[in-house]
């Protein structure tokens, strides 16, 4: 079946679908965006998703494309059209098109709106989850408005690609004081010795990510206490268990950290319960 693009304003096959090459995302990064978790052809967590997406566009002054009404119909139509019932649906927001100068353009240039959806194996995603992933660690090197969700992903796109060549998913940034901000493209958390969650505040150094803020509620309802402070790596190698958080892998059981295992170096008890439990938390609508 051939995949649908939703490309500001129009549903066009994906192969054909572009932007302007003076598009300010392709020639700034200047935009965001946002991934949400479709399961049974259903987003998961929109409204925080939308939520998020509101504040990352008024971090840096680019205006709603249109009513947060429209584009849920917007996301729901690339969703139908591609007939992704297990996957993802992404969109991006950027300044819009416009001669390439730094100075943001002038107010009347329209914001760029893209949207993709695409399938993904559940299956595959519960092999990997019951046999955990592999982390690296890495020297944390981006600016300090992670909090935003740009699409300037260099710094993750890097480290990620290190965690692959050695054999790992993730990357773990670990800032000077040797704590652990987040993984490239997920929240970073541990079980320590004590059976206690911890987690960095999203206050500073880290996306206050979406499947992080439901996780905390799922904990609740299972009856574990979630700290939240920043761990170093040492504690991290010394936890009962690991687990990183993103909407497009859930809860996702760590294993090993620069190849050494954690715990018994197999998924831990919490962070299988966390998994097995989310969807019952997670907000789905129509
Ligand atoms: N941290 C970073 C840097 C990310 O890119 C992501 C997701 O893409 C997350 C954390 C997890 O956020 P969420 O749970 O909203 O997917």
Known sequence: MSRIAYVNGLYVPHAEAAVHVEDRGYQFADGVYEVCEVRGGKMVDE????QRLVRSLGEIHIRLPMPLAALGVVLRETIRRNRVRDGI?????????????HYFPDPSTPPSIVVTARASD????????AQGVGVITVPENRWDRVDIKTVGLLPNVLAKEQAKTAGA????????EGRVTEGGSTNAWIVTA????V?????AGILRGITRTVVFEVAEKLQLRVEERAFTVAEALAAREAFITAASTVVMPVVRIDGHPV????????????RETFHQVAEVAD
């Open 47 to 50: 409204r925080r998703h939308m």
């Open 89 to 101: 649906v992404y969109l991006q927001v950027t300044r819009g098109v416009a001669r390439r100068d």
């Open 122 to 129: 559940p299956a595959r995603a519960e092999a990997s989850a």
């Open 169 to 176: 998913r993730e990357a773990w940034f670990v800032d000077k």
């Open 194 to 197: 004590e059976g206690r969650i």
């Open 199 to 203: 987690t960095r505040p999203a206050e």
């Open 263 to 274: 715990g018994e170096g197999r998924p831990g008890p919490v962070a299988r319960a966390l």
